[in-house]
């Protein structure tokens, strides 16, 4: 009797702390219920927000390109479009920008450039197409800075004013033609585009 005693004595606690143990290893429902609640949205595939915003400058700017002077730094006009002149066998084609030898020579507006090589009284010329067809010559220069095939944008340099062809002090011969067509006048062209030489 006295030994049974004991022994409940001491299984009482240990059942206790059985049925205490049972009771914490409640833990598979809790782990079937945290499977449940994750599974429904968590595997929802998130938006994807470039969908959402799109690059709405750049479309802008497809529409209606920017446009600057062929010149990054000061000049002169010495030569407009349409004048006489002994230099020129006929009127004049192009706008003359003097500007010391070495200036650079930027990319009026965006373009992909369809010539790049000596030409003539033309000297080094780079020809830069844009998108509706209009070629923009840049003439006479010292060096030029980018290839056929290459596409530039507005601002970026080209090249640089030389003295290569037909000329008699540093400057660029610049041309505006329509479609590859016959020359107009390149002032009235960029100030068209909002920009006055
Ligand atoms: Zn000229």
């Not at 595939?45 to 000061?74: F, I, M, N, Q, Y």
């Not at 016959?182 to 909002?194: A, I, R």
Request: charged share 10%; proline share 8%.
């Amino acid at each position: 009797m006295l030994a049974y005693l004991r022994l409940r004595a001491l299984v009482a606690p240990l059942a206790l702390a059985s049925l205490l143990a049972i009771l914490s290893l409640g833990v598979p429902s809790g782990v079937a219920a945290t499977v449940s609640y994750t599974s429904p949205k968590a595997t929802a595939p998130a938006p994807d927000l470039r969908e959402v915003a799109p690059p709405v400058t750049l479309k802008e700017r497809h529409v209606a390109p920017t446009w600057t002077a062929p010149l990054s730094g000061s000049y002169r006009l010495t030569g407009r479009f349409g004048s006489s002149s002994s230099l020129w066998s006929t009127v004049h084609t192009g706008l003359d920008f003097a500007a010391p030898y070495g200036t650079p020579l930027v990319a009026s507006t965006d373009g992909v450039v369809t010539f790049a090589g000596y030409d003539g009284a033309y000297g080094y010329k780079t020809v830069v197409t844009l998108e509706d067809g209009t070629e923009l010559w840049y003439c006479h220069q010292s060096t030029m800075a980018v290839g056929v095939g290459e596409r530039v944008a507005v601002g970026q340099v080209i090249g640089y004013v030389g003295t290569t062809g037909n000329t008699t002090g540093p400057h660029l011969h610049l041309e505006v033609r329509p479609g590859g067509g016959d020359p107009v006048d390149p002032w009235s062209h960029l100030s068209g585009h909002g920009v006055v030489v």
